[in-house]
T-cell receptor
């Protein structure tokens, strides 16, 4: 398996500000993903973070709102920009491939974001 | 797009009972994964299934990859209080993206 850490674990932010969430994994992985999970809901994929190139965003998510970096095989950041209360959610980093068992996918502990 | 139907939405059982939950899809998946999520935590991978018809166990958990590749089930035997949580199925297609079910909330009464 993989050990994944996320910082911060939680935050309370004012609308209009931005928050950058960090994800660190203890193995070199091919794929890193960012998900959003709203209260009582399932997980929704925001984007796939690609090393050395721009992230691939899912329908309904755009780079200006959720810029992503992936500088190497073990680290990624997700920024939630110009936040509004509707962005209150749990944001989860997830990893797959590389040194991990093929076709498995692991999740970080999540970042609980509240926007006032 | 692909959709996963997970059932039941919730279950309330007595300690020691067996539990079964399942997911069905409108599309074929290459891999089925089952996760458990505790409050305030990220999903934890329980079982991964890679071949149609595959039956895999992990302690008291047993899961099967349906022969049509469009469904999977998870059984928990002799439930205990720490089994409480939300269980998610997820299917992975050829694009390596996971599609998640809506979850099954399990409550175990001691």
């Amino acid at each position: 398996s993989a050990v994944i850490s996320q910082k911060p674990s939680r935050d309370i932010c004012q609308r209009g500000t931005s928050l950058t969430i960090q994800c660190q994994v203890d193995s070199q992985v091919t794929m890193m993903f960012w998900y959003r999970q709203q209260p009582g809901q399932s997980l929704t994929l925001i984007a796939t973070a690609n090393q050395g190139s721009e992230a691939t965003y899912e329908s309904g998510f755009v780079i200006d709102k959720f810029p992503i970096s992936r500088p190497n095989l073990t680290f990624s950041t997700l920024t939630v920009s110009n936040m509004s209360p509707e962005d209150s959610s749990i944001y989860l980093c997830s990893v797959s491939g590389g040194e991990l068992v093929a076709d498995t996918q692991y999740f970080g502990p999540g970042t609980r974001l509240t926007v006032l | 797009g692909q959709q996963l139907n997970q059932s039941p939405q919730s279950m309330f059982i007595q300690e020691g009972e067996d539990v079964s939950m399942n997911c069905t899809s409108s599309s074929i998946f290459n891999t089925w994964l089952w996760y458990k999520q505790d409050p305030g935590e990220g999903p934890v991978l329980l079982i991964a299934l890679y071949k149609a018809g595959e039956l895999t166990s992990n302690g008291r958990l047993t899961a099967q990859f349906g022969i049509t590749r469009k469904d999977s089930f998870l059984n928990i035997s002799a439930s205990i209080p720490s089994d409480v949580g939300i269980y998610f199925c997820a299917g992975r297609g050829s694009n390596y993206k996971l599609t998640f079910g809506k979850g099954t909330l399990l409550t175990v009464n001691p």
